[in-house]
Every structure is written in C-alpha cells, then in structure tokens.
C-alpha cells in the first residue's frame, strides 16, 4: 500500500515533470518563431514607441553582499515575457557600467557582436490553489545564454547575488511573478557558474532591498 507521503512525493514530481517539459516545449517554439521572423521576407511595420515606464532595479553591491533599488527610466514593451526581458536586459547590462558594485566581465563576442546575457524569459501561469481564492501568480522562466555563465565570476556570493537582484527586479516591477526558475542555454543546469543552485524553484517574496536570503 502507498503511503501518504510517497503519493505527495509521487504528486510533487509529476508536477515538476509537467512543468519542465511545458518549459522545454515553449524554447522550442519561441526558437521557430524567431527562424520564421527571420526567413521572412515581408517588410515588418515599425511598432510605435511606447513612452517611457520608470521602473526600479535592484543592483548588488558586493562589498556588503545587500541589494540597493535604482530607478530607471525605459521605454518597455506591453507583452510582459518582453518587458520582463529588457529589464533584466538592462540590470545584468548594469553590472558592466563603470564603477559598478557588481563587476561581470563581458560574455564575449559572436559575429562582432557582444553575445546577449539572457536568451529568453517567459512567464508560466501557476496552478489555481485549492480553496480557488488566492491567485498563485506566474513564474519567470530565466534561460541565461551559455556565454553569461561561463562568464560569470565564480563564487557562492557574487552569484547568488546576481540570481537575487534578477528575482527582485522582476518581482518589484511585476508583482505577479511569484516563482522564478533558471536554465542555461535552453537546459536545466545545476548550478550558475559552480555555486549558486540553478535546480530549484526560487520565491521572489523572499528578495528585497538592503540584503539576501
């Protein structure tokens, strides 16, 4: 007889099961989408500008391993998977700047061109809960290019500092992101850059400005 807890355990990793490959199936068709983009020879209409969104990121500061709001001013698109995607755009371009407190070297170069730190971020509608009240919100997939990793420095602070002020820019700029998951180049990875756990699901409650968890 199966007993309560191996059918909670069997339950959780069904669910974990699903979710990963619903993951895997949304990159592949997000890859086709931008090959068909680019096959085509239709003139695409220029979309008009939207006006500039102040929005708040939180940069490290590696001196004191705390997470310090800067505010912004970008002008983001209305899908929230690309907004969500210019602002950590924006936030990792950040740790480049000069006399950042979260230096990252580039991620290299591929056609003359700086290869982009994230390849893609969409977001997954969470199951409903079973008093069918509260709204469990989205989770934030994060596919880090393999470029990014393999260029980030190496080091349980620096890069659990870069996955905290990923997951609270996004939290703080849309609340209804409540769970964030990472890959690295398309794939589940263990871990960042050989510290920082990449196989969990991580809670974007449980960021914020002024420290880590």
């Not at 997000?30 to 006006?51: F, G, I, M, N």
């Not at 698109?77 to 950042?100: G, K, Q």
């Not at 997939?141 to 190496?154: I, K, L, N, R």
């Not at 620096?158 to 700029?173: C, R, V």
């Amino acid at each position: 007889m199966i007993s309560r807890a191996e059918r909670i355990l069997f339950v959780g990793m069904l669910i974990a099961a699903v979710t990963m490959a619903a993951i895997l199936i949304r990159l592949r068709e997000r890859a086709q989408d931008r090959l068909h983009a680019v096959q085509s020879s239709t003139p695409l209409v220029e979309a008009v500008e939207a006006p500039p969104t102040a929005v708040t990121l939180l940069i490290p500061n590696d001196a004191d391993n705390s997470l310090q709001e800067t505010q912004r001013s970008l002008h983001l698109p209305p899908d929230d998977s690309a907004r969500a995607r210019v602002l950590l755009e924006t936030l990792l371009e950040s740790f480049r700047e000069p006399n950042s407190t979260h230096p990252i070297a580039g991620a290299g170069s591929r056609d003359g061109a700086r290869s982009p730190d994230i390849d893609e971020v969409f977001l997954i509608p969470l199951p409903q809960a079973r008093d069918g009240l509260s709204n469990p919100g989205k989770m934030a997939v994060v596919d880090f290019s393999a470029a990014f990793a393999q260029a980030h420095p190496s080091g349980i602070e620096p890069e659990t500092l870069t996955l905290l002020s990923i997951i609270g820019t996004l939290h703080a700029n849309l609340p209804a992101i409540t769970q964030v998951r990472f890959l690295v180049d398309g794939q589940p990875h263990d871990t960042l850059s050989g510290h920082a756990d990449l196989t969990r699901v991580y809670l974007a409650s449980n960021t914020g400005s002024g420290g880590g968890q």
